[in-house]
């Protein structure tokens, strides 16, 4: 089964700062997607970026981006130029791109609790 | 085009008791799943459905029961509540059952069981 592994509970920067997140996952599949999501108190889902596992190259999205490492089975978060809006619960998730009993599943991390500081 | 909406947004039931949580789902979606998502943890897919069907389910009881409807909102019962069962339900809708498409998500319903 695939599993998805945030290892900081909390983080926290400095406004204008950046930061980055960690999330590792396991897999047997060559085939997935990777998200974070963004899951601030509103409690709605949001998502932030998305990476397809056969494109080499790192998605980047405005003051987000990430770091693919097919290998190693990581997929970090970097925020840049954070702002206060950025504060939030950020979950990692896997998906599988093969058509299966898990079809459409996400698999989610336990979540790191951003903190952005003025 | 409106977004994903639930209801209700907060309840409390007590234990035994049985709760309907409600979702429509974004326009133009015909796939629905719902999550658990208990404090402190990230979301556990509960079951998918497609065009009115189940299609695919978690690692939950058979008292989560779900129904999909022909305007592809959707519903999640919950019978012989148990206090472990308190927790953040999100749906969630998409496009079709593809893995390609983005997952649209509702704010919740918060259930707590005492």
């Known amino acids: 089964a695939q599993t998805v592994t945030q290892s900081q509970p909390e983080m926290s920067v400095q406004e204008a700062e950046t930061v980055t997140l960690s999330c590792t996952y396991d897999t047997s599949e060559s085939d997935y997607y990777l998200f974070w999501y963004k899951q601030p108190p509103s409690r709605q889902m949001i998502l932030v970026i998305r990476?397809?596992?056969?494109?080499?190259q790192n998605a980047t999205e405005n003051r987000f981006s990430v770091n693919f490492q097919k290998a190693a089975k990581s997929f970090s978060l970097k925020i840049s130029d954070s702002q206060l809006g950025d504060a939030a619960m950020y979950f990692c998730?896997?998906?599988?791109?093969?058509?299966?009993?898990?079809?459409?599943?996400?698999?989610f991390g336990r979540g790191t609790q951003l903190t952005v500081w003025p | 085009e409106t977004g994903v909406t639930q209801s209700p947004t907060h309840l409390i039931k007590t234990r035994g008791q049985q709760v309907t949580l409600r979702c429509s789902s974004q326009?133009?979606?015909?796939?629905v799943s719902w999550y658990q998502q208990a404090l402190g943890q990230g979301p556990q897919f509960i079951f998918q459905y497609y065009r009115e069907e189940e299609n695919g389910r978690g690692n939950f009881p058979p008292r989560f029961s779900g129904l999909q409807f022909p305007n592809y909102s959707s519903e999640l019962n919950v019978n012989a509540l148990e206090l472990d069962d308190s927790a953040l339900y999100l749906c969630?809708?998409?496009?079709?059952?593809?893995?390609?498409?983005?997952?649209?998500f509702g704010e919740g319903s918060r259930l707590t069981v005492l």
């Open positions: 998730a896997y998906r599988s791109a093969v058509y299966s009993s898990t079809l459409g599943r996400l698999y």
């Open positions: 326009s133009g979606h015909n796939t």
């Open positions: 990476q397809e596992a056969y494109k080499q």
């Open positions: 969630a809708s998409s496009l079709d059952e593809s893995n390609t498409g983005e997952l649209f």
